[in-house]
């Protein structure tokens, strides 16, 4: 069971990491080209679709890594627990953007017209998570 678990922490992981991705260094910057018309039916389409995808990734993820940690708890406090701590909070950082990227509430539109910037924010906060998550994992 660990290993399926770890597999779909992973995966929901590379999932949402790579979704972040593609959006603020593909879709937005070649949304461009589009009229303001058209860039905002795009982004309303792809707004919804994403929606679910990171809702779902911001379950899994919570899901099998509160299992993970679990199975970390005979770890001595120490190191180890400050960076998994740090992880922790680093990923509902990324949570966060992602939520307010995507619900669809009018007081975040402020929030989702600089969306660019906060995905950039979020793809770099990720990366951050995933080097955590490596050192981690180094016996």
Request: aromatic share 14%.
């Amino acid at each position: 069971m660990p290993t399926f678990v770890q597999w779909v922490h992973v995966a929901a992981a590379v999932i949402g990491v790579g979704g972040i991705g593609f959006l603020a260094f593909i879709l937005l910057p070649s949304a461009g080209i589009l009229n303001a018309d058209q860039r905002d039916l795009l982004m309303r389409v792809v707004q919804r679709r994403f929606r679910w995808v990171s809702w779902s990734v911001i379950g899994l993820l919570t899901v099998s890594g509160l299992y993970n940690a679990g199975l970390a708890w005979d770890v001595p406090w120490g190191t180890y627990w400050k960076f998994l701590t740090l992880k922790i909070i680093l990923a509902f950082a990324v949570f966060a953007i992602a939520l307010c990227l995507t619900l669809p509430l009018k007081f975040l539109e402020r929030f989702r017209a600089r969306r660019q910037m906060w995905l950039s924010v979020a793809f770099a906060v990720a990366m951050i998570v995933i080097l955590i998550s490596a050192y981690l994992r180094r016996p």
